[in-house]
């Protein structure tokens, strides 16, 4: 799909009046995420947690001009300079703290514009993305219902989004999960089911992948440890992946909350995952899986998010192969003085590659390292009408025992964001 010339000329516009909003008015704290994703080119913002049982809504747009070293991710480098306009809105209604009834709704749109036709690789030039929930607050039972669709043209930079198998290829994204809460007198009864789905385009030679599961712990809250959470918990679902076997698995668990103070939380699982594959070439396996991680805010000015993981899928690259990733996260907001903030971001992730069937290979074993870092500054242009500008820099690398998969890139961009 091409962009309409009087669509670029609309938000290439609106990129020349955030500039000139540049110098104007007091400075107000813009802020701080602990979604990068929504740092580096704008994008969406956090929703306020509502007091009241009201409709609020918000509007965002960004402008960003960005120097990408190697827009195709592949060992051979092709460059480009691209100006990436991004526009949506949220509005939620009640309240999540509240009892009652409370639902929402945020669109994302993205336009990239390419300097050289190479270096867009045939990529279309608009992305958008809309997600609703809607929950249920009943005081003891809490139920959320989340809905998301991304049409994913292989554009996209974000530090969160990034997946170092299908790196930027062109794919509808489906997700849908529910939630539900039941308090009890000394801890929780928690139950969860989701639906994920990847439909690639034709040209991204790459495998579908689909997958639904459920989920149901119980967690307890000893006399002895009141801000501690012990739960027993079983996930189990089905990994469906055009050109590979459909996948089973169940996975027991313990988990372990800890909430020292509204500053310091810790979380974590741990699991051993029976996978069945069917067919008769079919290699079932068992494997360790983990998650967990920790959130840290020593003062008002500073923040850390760590997270770590270990977790097995089917690939979408190769046949009859898994992939085991293990991989760390961390993630810091700093306020400096003069209003500015820090943010930096650092994850490693190893990816190792098994037979899942006879007809696998399973030699592919990948180190891949991802940095960021983006220096902020809040914009008030007058009442409710307010923004950010930043400048940023993300490295990514990938290291492994076939060439033909590694490469670098460097992204650096500076851009500027409005919110009403």
């Given at each position: 799909?091409?962009?309409?010339?009087?669509?670029?000329?609309?938000?290439?516009?609106?990129?020349?009046?955030?500039?000139?909003?540049?110098?104007?008015?007091?400075?107000?704290?813009?802020?701080?995420?602990?979604?990068?994703?929504?740092?580096?080119?704008?994008?969406?913002?956090?929703?306020?947690?509502?007091?009241?049982?009201?409709?609020?809504?918000?509007?965002?747009?960004?402008?960003?001009?960005?120097?990408?070293?190697?827009?195709?991710?592949?060992?051979?480098?092709?460059?480009?300079?691209?100006?990436?306009?991004?526009?949506?809105?949220?509005?939620?209604?009640?309240?999540?703290?509240?009892?009652?009834?409370?639902?929402?709704?945020?669109?994302?749109?993205?336009?990239?514009?390419?300097?050289?036709?190479?270096?867009?690789?045939?990529?279309?030039?608009?992305?958008?993305?809309?997600?609703?929930?809607?929950?249920?607050?009943?005081?003891?039972?809490?139920?959320?219902?989340?809905?998301?669709?991304?049409?994913?043209?292989?554009?996209?930079?974000?530090?969160?989004?990034?997946?170092?198998?299908?790196?930027?290829?062109?794919?509808?994204?489906?997700?849908?999960?529910?939630?539900?809460?039941?308090?009890?007198?000394?801890?929780?009864?928690?139950?969860?089911?989701?639906?994920?789905?990847?439909?690639?385009?034709?040209?991204?030679?790459?495998?579908?992948?689909?997958?639904?599961?459920?989920?149901?712990?119980?967690?307890?809250?000893?006399?002895?440890?009141?801000?501690?959470?012990?739960?027993?918990?079983?996930?189990?679902?089905?990994?469906?992946?055009?050109?590979?076997?459909?996948?089973?698995?169940?996975?027991?668990?313990?988990?372990?909350?800890?909430?020292?103070?509204?500053?310091?939380?810790?979380?974590?699982?741990?699991?051993?995952?029976?996978?069945?594959?069917?067919?008769?070439?079919?290699?079932?396996?068992?494997?360790?899986?983990?998650?967990?991680?920790?959130?840290?805010?020593?003062?008002?000015?500073?923040?850390?998010?760590?997270?770590?993981?270990?977790?097995?899928?089917?690939?979408?690259?190769?046949?009859?192969?898994?992939?085991?990733?293990?991989?760390?996260?961390?993630?810091?907001?700093?306020?400096?003085?003069?209003?500015?903030?820090?943010?930096?971001?650092?994850?490693?992730?190893?990816?190792?590659?098994?037979?899942?069937?006879?007809?696998?290979?399973?030699?592919?074993?990948?180190?891949?390292?991802?940095?960021?870092?983006?220096?902020?500054?809040?914009?008030?242009?007058?009442?409710?009408?307010?923004?950010?500008?930043?400048?940023?820099?993300?490295?990514?690398?990938?290291?492994?025992?076939?060439?033909?998969?590694?490469f670098d890139q460097s992204i650096t961009g500076v851009r500027v964001g409005l919110n009403y």
């Amino acid at each position: 799909m091409t962009t309409p010339f009087s669509l670029r000329a609309l938000v290439f516009a609106t990129f020349a009046i955030s500039l000139i909003g540049l110098n104007a008015g007091d400075p107000v704290q813009y802020p701080a995420s602990g979604d990068y994703s929504k740092s580096v080119l704008g994008g969406k913002e956090g929703i306020d947690t509502l007091k009241v049982n009201r409709l609020k809504v918000d509007l965002f747009g960004s402008a960003s001009y960005i120097y990408d070293s190697n827009t195709t991710q592949t060992p051979v480098a092709q460059d480009a300079s691209i100006f990436v306009f991004a526009f949506g809105a949220n509005a939620i209604m009640g309240s999540p703290t509240r009892r009652g009834v409370y639902y929402g709704l945020d669109y994302l749109g993205q336009v990239f514009g390419y300097n050289d036709v190479t270096a867009a690789f045939g990529r279309d030039s608009l992305e958008h993305s809309v997600g609703a929930f809607v929950g249920v607050n009943g005081g003891l039972t809490k139920i959320r219902l989340d809905a998301d669709y991304r049409r994913n043209n292989g554009n996209s930079l974000e530090f969160d989004n990034f997946n170092n198998e299908t790196r930027r290829a062109t794919s509808d994204d489906y997700d849908f999960f529910l939630d539900v809460v039941r308090d009890l007198p000394h801890g929780s009864l928690e139950f969860g089911a989701g639906y994920t789905a990847r439909d690639f385009d034709n040209n991204a030679a790459l495998n579908d992948g689909e997958s639904i599961f459920g989920d149901i712990a119980w967690f307890y809250e000893p006399g002895f440890a009141p801000k501690t959470q012990l739960g027993l918990g079983v996930r189990f679902g089905t990994d469906d992946y055009f050109a590979n076997a459909v996948q089973d698995y169940v996975t027991p668990s313990f988990r372990w909350r800890y909430a020292l103070s509204g500053k310091t939380t810790l979380y974590s699982t741990l699991g051993y995952e029976m996978r069945s594959v069917d067919g008769p070439t079919g290699i079932d396996s068992d494997n360790f899986v983990y998650s967990g991680g920790a959130s840290w805010a020593p003062s008002s000015k500073t923040s850390f998010d760590f997270g770590y993981y270990r977790n097995i899928a089917p690939s979408f690259v190769s046949i009859g192969e898994d992939v085991e990733r293990t991989g760390v996260t961390l993630k810091m907001n700093n306020r400096l003085p003069g209003r500015f903030i820090l943010g930096t971001q650092v994850g490693f992730e190893n990816a190792d590659y098994f037979r899942s069937q006879i007809v696998g290979v399973g030699a592919r074993d990948d180190d891949f390292t991802r940095f960021g870092v983006d220096l902020s500054h809040p914009l008030v242009i007058a009442d409710r009408f307010s923004g950010q500008w930043a400048i940023f820099y993300n490295f990514n690398t990938n290291e492994s025992n076939n060439a033909a998969v590694e490469f670098d890139q460097s992204i650096t961009g500076v851009r500027v964001g409005l919110n009403y």
